[in-house]
């Protein structure tokens, strides 16, 4: 008799946990008022603690921010931050210069390798009704000897996201593959040779799945026999190897085996996060991930001394502005549009 692919479950919490290489996972869901033509919520915030608002009063939170949403500028250094825009906007500046929008399905892989500080705002752009935002911010690990590898960010805009859609019965499954590769679907390749996901043989994957009820679906088994994968079950309800899971269950799942997958009345929707362990000693603070305390204490003293390049901008929260057109903008000054 077989033993259940599901590993073990685990509740999801703010933060959600993560197997080798991943290291932080979020899921952020805000349903923002109409903006206040600052970009801001038109709404009172009073009651709220601004620069560490993570209530979700009124169904919303600012975060770091105080007249905007978000995370103003705040270090890196020793991985990736790969951030799946669902809903809503982000605004992007950096220590090296470059600048973005991006949203609404867009994803933003960004390299910080030997140091970069970004600013990551929530800008409400809509005055005449609700701003909602929804993302994922995921951190994959870089292995020692490309933790400091240069800093850079490259753009997935929505279109360039390969979907894989299933037809069960007139039920639809949907899979956003953002990493890897999934019949015929493959994602872009992040653009540093250092990535971990830019290596065939870690595979790699962060897929996003959205099932109509009662739709059944099965989840292949994993390219490598050592890659560890985790399944976040986030909205709805399923049975999971036919195990019944509700919102909010994570998943370890056995790479080696096909998992199907059968949606509840309600639909279901999930985060697949998978890869090859890189297998390294991991020492964190903060917001640097190094091998070693030393290397950790030396990542602060060379951010107090060099700031990672700088801050050029006028604010510690940029936003760019009223007009929603998505772009990004190079440290060279080349811009890119969706």
């Known amino acids: 008799m077989s033993s259940s692919p599901v590993l073990r479950r685990f509740p999801l919490g703010a933060v959600w946990p993560t197997l080798d290489p991943f290291l932080f996972c979020v899921h952020h869901v805000d349903d923002y008022p109409p903006g206040n033509g600052r970009l801001g919520p038109r709404a009172s915030l009073d009651g709220r603690s601004l620069g560490a608002d993570f209530g979700g009063k009124d169904g919303w939170s600012m975060y770091h921010g105080e007249d905007v949403p978000g995370f103003p500028g705040h270090p890196h250094r020793g991985f990736e931050t790969v951030t799946v825009m669902r809903r809503g906007f982000v605004d992007h500046a950096d220590s090296l210069g470059a600048a973005a929008r991006y949203g609404d399905g867009d994803v933003q892989w960004l390299t910080a390798g030997r140091g970069v500080v970004h600013s990551e705002m929530f800008p409400l752009l809509r005055e005449d009704r609700g701003n909602p935002a929804e993302l994922f911010q995921i951190w994959l ?3 020692g000897a490309s933790k400091m590898a240069e800093p850079a960010f490259t753009m997935f805009w929505s279109d360039r996201v390969p979907e894989l859609v299933v037809d069960d019965a007139g039920r639809r499954t949907v899979v956003r593959v953002v990493a890897g590769a999934l019949e015929g679907a493959a994602a872009p390749l992040p653009p540093p040779k250092d990535s971990w996901a830019s290596r065939t043989d870690a595979d790699v994957a962060i897929w996003t799945l959205r099932m109509e009820p009662g739709a059944r679906w099965t989840l292949p ?3 490598q026999p050592r890659t560890q994968r985790a399944l976040y079950l986030f909205d709805g309800s399923a049975r999971v190897a036919g195990e019944e899971a509700g919102s909010g269950t994570g998943m370890e799942l056995a790479a080696a085996a096909d998992v199907e997958l059968v949606a509840g009345d309600g639909g279901a929707e999930f985060l697949l996060l998978q890869g090859r362990p890189i297998g390294e000693p991991v020492a964190q603070h903060g917001p640097f991930v190094m091998n070693t305390k030393t290397e950790i204490v030396q990542a602060f003293q060379d951010y107090q001394r060099t700031q990672f390049g700088g ?12 007009d929603a057109q998505r772009f990004a903008r190079r440290p060279d000054g080349r811009v890119e549009t969706p």
């Open 221 to 223: 088994a994993a390219r």
């Open 141 to 143: 690990n870089l292995p």
């Open 311 to 322: 801050w050029p901008w006028d604010s510690a929260a940029p936003v760019h502005g009223p």
